[in-house]
């Protein structure tokens, strides 16, 4: 007895069933259609394709068409197709009904019949389904052309011909249309290109709208945002560490979280863990800076603010937290994050280290840019 995959469900009844089909499979008893209904109930019960794989020799591609395949079948089947496909098609072809699985129920009964009539190969079958799907698009059916797979092949075969100016390419066409025509009016409409060999050029698709990121600027650097002080330790602590996908920098990201899009500058590509913090330029976290317990100069970071008052981002790199004398730091000061500067070495654990403060973009009259004429000036 085959030993059930760690996967499997573990009740009895389940063990018993899938026992049942696997011994089945493993012994290729039945027809293909019973083996992907088989494949497809074990798929239910737990089994993934290369435990069935180990289990039965039935490689995990196979066991795709066949319950794909069987599913397809069961469809025309209900569609009452003749007597004749369903047998057929009972004991083979499943790689022919599996190109005819994005077909609705009625135009795989059709289809399987031509398929059927014309012994049509997995590559044929393939052909005809593509153009039953584009011919179904049509809300008014090409003149001299009905609805049917067989009027379908031909109408394609007599686009194509019509388009090519190879006589020999175009003579094969002619007669692969002809051949699969179900309509005398679509074999009327294709036995006219025998006397008429006027080209109609293919129209050329539009070009795509390609662009291409030339420098690192106009690649734009996503950061969290911790959210807008005051802010505790804490909150700032518990941002996840972000990590770009390449080559276009793309985040995944969980829960919910507030992120902000900064211009590609160097110094923010070279961070290792930037986060951002929310606040105004006159806040009090700005104007502070600290040597110790003592007030030191405090004209550093002030005389790079504006007088009034306006939001701004304060990027900091988490992974930045070795003191020097020329930057500020992200501190915890009494369980709120305060930024300060200082001129000797601190005592303080730092959280951070200030690398950019980005201001809002200044616009001299807002008026301006609701007026389209005056943006086009």
């Known amino acids: 007895m085959t ?3 760690p996967n499997a469900q573990n009740s009895d009844n389940n063990d018993h069933v899938a026992q049942d089909l696997l ?9 293909w259609v019973e083996w992907g209904i088989a494949i497809a109930q074990l798929q239910k019960l737990g089994y993934d394709p290369q435990a069935i794989f180990e289990a039965t020799g039935f490689e995990p591609i196979q066991q795709n068409q066949v319950i794909v395949g069987a599913q397809v079948y069961n469809s025309i089947e209900k569609a009452n197709v003749a007597e004749e496909v369903r047998s057929h098609y009972s004991t083979r072809g499943s790689d022919v009904l599996y190109e005819l699985r994005l077909l609705t129920q009625e135009e795989r009964a059709a289809a399987a019949q031509l398929t059927f009539q014309h012994k049509l190969d997995i590559d044929e079958a393939r052909e005809v389904a593509k153009a039953v799907k584009e011919f179904s698009r049509f809300q008014t059916l090409p003149e001299g052309f009905e609805n049917h797979p067989g009027d ?12 090519n100016s190879d006589l020999q390419e175009r003579s094969r066409l002619i007669a692969k249309g002809l051949r699969f025509a179900h309509s005398q009016t679509a074999r009327k409409q294709i036995e006219q290109l025998l006397t008429d060999f006027t080209v109609v050029p293919k129209r050329p698709a539009p ?33 996840p560490l972000v990590e770009g996908i390449e080559p276009f920098g793309i985040v995944k990201f969980a829960g919910e979280q507030a992120w902000v899009a900064l211009p590609g500058w160097q110094i923010l590509l ?13 806040s009090e976290a700005l104007l502070r800076s600290r040597s110790g317990s003592e007030r030191a100069s405090a004209d550093r970071l002030p ?6 008052s306006q939001p701004v981002l304060v990027v900091v790199d988490r992974d930045q937290r070795e003191w020097d004398d020329i930057s500020y730091f992200v501190v915890d000061n009494s369980g709120e994050l305060d930024f300060q500067w200082f001129e000797t070495a601190p005592e303080i654990p730092l959280l951070g280290k200030i690398i950019v403060i980005v201001r809002p973009k200044k616009i001299l009259d807002e008026n301006v840019t609701k007026d389209f004429w005056q943006i086009d000036e």
């Open 3 to 5: 030993d059930l995959p």
């Open 23 to 31: 011994r089945k499979l493993r012994q290729k008893q039945g027809s």
């Open 152 to 163: 379908a092949v031909a109408y394609q075969c007599w686009k194509l011909a019509r388009q």
């Open 303 to 308: 005389n790079q603010t504006q007088n009034s």
């Open 207 to 239: 070009l795509l709208p390609f662009y291409r990121l030339d420098s690192e600027e106009e690649l734009p650097r996503i950061i969290p945002v911790v959210g807008e002080l005051p802010l505790t330790p804490q909150e700032m602590k518990a941002v």
């Open 270 to 282: 070279s961070a290792e863990d930037p986060v951002v913090i929310l606040c105004k330029s006159d």
